[in-house]
């Protein structure tokens, strides 16, 4: 029986991909203009942003990718208000989550700084029992690692644990770790390929209606 519910941050629960995307073509523009197409970049929404920094150091000859991190940073840091939008129903939906017995956790791909400027400035930072940014692992989505580290701190089985995300890297994250996937596809639908997803949900209402119902249920 599902247990645990595994939430990503941007796109999931937080309307940001438009600021995360905005930040993101501002840095790679700074150190390799007309190099990456908003087109590219929205495609690559979810990634670790240690794999776009490489890619983006690779681009423009820079040695230190630190000095792209720090560019990226500042420009987050000057604007982080257009980042904590949360999507309608998620507050009132985790409470009423967390409230029948779920247990809530966050594995994002953000750094920690600003995923938790983020959960505190939306007011949901206490309905998470355990919180996975990027720094907190060696490599962040797709890999199992984060979905991993949050089961061994929830004390939970994969089994017992669903992957609530809003793309293919959390996807591949959940079937890395063995735990189920949800997408919830705020966006638009999406055509699912290599990367397919358990269950797809058009909002956080559907999802949570569901999730109560399967509790009231006793199913799985």
Same mark, same amino acid.
């Given at each position: 029986? !599902?247990?645990?519910?595994?939430?990503?941050?941007?796109?999931?629960?937080?309307?940001?991909?438009?600021?995360? !995307? *905005?930040?993101?073509?501002?840095?790679?523009?700074?150190?390799?203009?007309?190099?990456?197409?908003?087109?590219?970049?929205?495609?690559?929404?979810?990634?670790?942003? *240690?794999?776009?920094?490489?890619? @983006?150091?690779?681009?423009?000859?820079?040695?230190?990718?630190?000095? @792209?991190? *720090?560019?990226?940073?500042?420009?987050?840091?000057?604007?982080?208000?257009?980042?904590?939008?949360?999507?309608?129903?998620?507050?009132?939906?985790?409470?009423?989550?967390?409230?029948?017995?779920?247990?809530?956790? !966050?594995?994002?791909?953000?750094?920690?700084?600003?995923?938790?400027?983020?959960?505190?400035?939306?007011?949901?930072?206490?309905?998470?029992?355990?919180?996975?940014?990027? *720094?907190?692992?060696?490599?962040?989505?797709?890999?199992?690692?984060?979905?991993?580290?949050?089961?061994?701190?929830?004390?939970?089985?994969? =089994?017992?644990?669903?992957?609530?995300?809003?793309?293919?890297?959390? @996807?591949?994250? +959940?079937?890395?770790?063995?735990?189920?996937?949800?997408?919830?596809?705020?966006?638009?639908?999406?055509?699912?390929?290599? +990367? !397919?997803?358990?269950?797809?949900?058009?909002?956080?209402?559907?999802?949570?209606? =569901?999730?109560?119902?399967?509790?009231?249920?006793?199913?799985?």
């Amino acid at each position: 029986m !599902i247990q645990a519910l595994l939430f990503d941050l941007d796109g999931t629960l937080l309307d940001s991909r438009d600021a995360v !995307i *905005d930040a993101v073509a501002f840095t790679a523009e700074q150190y390799a203009p007309g190099h990456f197409s908003r087109e590219e970049l929205l495609a690559r929404f979810g990634e670790s942003f *240690d794999d776009f920094l490489a890619a @983006v150091a690779a681009s423009a000859g820079v040695p230190d990718k630190k000095e @792209v991190l *720090d560019r990226y940073f500042a420009y987050v840091r000057e604007n982080h208000e257009q980042h904590v939008k949360l999507f309608p129903f998620v507050r009132e939906g985790l409470e009423k989550l967390q409230a029948a017995g779920f247990e809530l956790a !966050i594995v994002t791909n953000k750094q920690r700084e600003f995923a938790m400027a983020g959960l505190e400035l939306a007011g949901i930072d206490h309905l998470f029992a355990a919180i996975v940014t990027v *720094d907190d692992v060696s490599r962040g989505k797709p890999s199992a690692e984060p979905v991993q580290k949050a089961l061994d701190e929830l004390g939970r089985s994969p =089994e017992q644990a669903m992957m609530i995300g809003d793309s293919r890297y959390d @996807v591949l994250a +959940a079937v890395g770790a063995g735990v189920s996937s949800v997408v919830l596809e705020w966006y638009g639908k999406e055509e699912w390929q290599y +990367a !397919i997803p358990d269950f797809r949900f058009a909002d956080f209402q559907a999802f949570v209606t =569901e999730m109560l119902t399967v509790k009231i249920q006793g199913g799985s």
